[in-house]
């Protein structure tokens, strides 16, 4: 029996069709599940005095920008939570910054989860999901099932 489940969202159609899918399989199970978006950092090009471009550099955002991914994602993860407590499950909201496909199977692990239900892919970088690549790396990479909705 599930008792856990890892969630990740991004607010995508995919996203949701992946909520609406969990909705059906765990309904009056008792399972508990975390919604988990995870918001990525944006990169920036730093140029060299030469006028070459030096290699890509991970920055955080400002304060600011970071305060507004983080309440974008609070919103999101909101709504999302919607029909699943609808049907009676119990979800906790979780975001992190960071890499998508890596803080995923992070919180996975460290989480203990029994399973991770994810749509196919998503919005991209800055909504989180980069077209496939982090349901791929999830897969092959997590040390728990993985359920992969595709939309169709």
Known sequence: MLEKV????????TAQKAIDFAVKLLEGSGCKITLLSV???PVYSAFWSDGLIAPEVLMPPPEELRAELDKRAEEMLAESAEPLR??????QPKIRFGNTAAEILQEAEEGGYDMIVMGSHGRGVLGGFLLGSVSNR??????????IVRQT
């Not at 999830?138 to 359920?147: E, G, I, N």
């Open 138 to 147: 999830v897969v092959h990479h997590a040390k728990c099932p993985v359920l």
């Open 86 to 91: 609808a049907a009676g499950l119990e979800t």
């Open 6 to 13: 890892l969630l990740p969202t991004d607010g995508s159609d």
């Open 39 to 41: 918001v990525e950092e």
